[in-house]
């Protein structure tokens, strides 16, 4: 089963999708498989993370602020924005895709894990991600 | 086919896996299909790595602990120890699930990768991975 | 279905091999699934990125070469050449394998996105690949 999932983000940060991806495997009736939420862009990417503190994803984006900052005199692709070229490195960092199995109909994510869509442009973007459930 | 991997770490360090996947894929009589692996926790990751000459895990490990130090001002999320943040970050900079094709009976890793399991936190730890045999 | 994908790459740089993937899918007649690449070595791995403008890959490379440069005090594991721990950490920060669904006989990639194998070796290399096909 391939479904189609769409994410309208604020800006940059990391956006919880763990809950739509939970309702996709209870509605599939899938007992014991594959999940794999692939992003279907450049500039935004998947991580999995802490779902308990949120202090710990706002230092990850600061370290991944400081580690890939704007207005890098190393960037030649400007034309798209000061945001562009580090939402880019940012991408290939994280993840594009990544796959959880399924076990006893149940997402098999850990107890502190959550599924997190990371918007790296700053302004608002529909983004479109596809999961797939596999046997 | 679904299992669960159990495995004790002994804290930080890169912990070879490669022979409990292979003896699952064995133990399977899967010829050919997709084995993918994933780690519960958010301070753990995987990675596959050369399996030959120990420096170049020493090294990387070096390489990593440099890029994200422990005790950086820049953190918040101290609660949980000084090992906790940077972990993090390593975990996201890794991979969460990796896939490897099977083919003819055996697992695809080349002659000189290995599969390991990454232990970010300085004391031992009981980690548990998922392991996925799809066709 | 799982096939071979035999690259030769003629030095450090990223190599588009999305055509090479969207012809094993056509050939394939896969309606609905999911695609998974993996590259069987240590020194080269894959990512997704913009297709459109040559100036982001470009950046991309420069960036990493910054962050992981060639002759660092740190590496003990040098009998290989000096760019052969640089590329181990590479392929580290990168991806070893990406899972790509198939949507009515296409490959989900967006618009903007093409699959690129990122050789990490200065030096021309045959590289392995392995392509997994499943429903």
Chains 1, 2, 3 share one sequence.
């Not at 894990?113 to 797939?132: D, I, T």
Request: charged residues 20%.
């Amino acid at each position: 089963m391939n479904e189609e999932l769409i994410i309208q983000t604020p800006g940059q940060g990391l956006i919880d999708i763990t809950g739509k991806l939970v309702s996709l495997v209870n509605a599939s009736e899938c007992q014991h498989g594959l999940c794999t939420v692939f992003v279907t862009h450049t500039s935004a990417s998947l991580t999995i993370q802490e779902n308990a503190d949120p202090s710990a994803r706002r230092d990850l984006e600061n370290w991944l602020n400081r580690l890939v900052p704007e207005n890098d005199d190393l960037y030649s692709h400007t034309t798209e924005g000061a945001d562009d070229m580090p939402a880019h490195i940012k991408a290939i960092l994280t993840a594009t895709s990544i796959s959880i199995p399924v076990m006893n109909g149940r997402l098999g994510l850990g107890t502190w894990q959550g599924l997190y869509l990371w918007e790296h442009r700053r302004s608002a973007h529909r983004r479109r991600l596809l999961v797939h459930l596999g046997a």
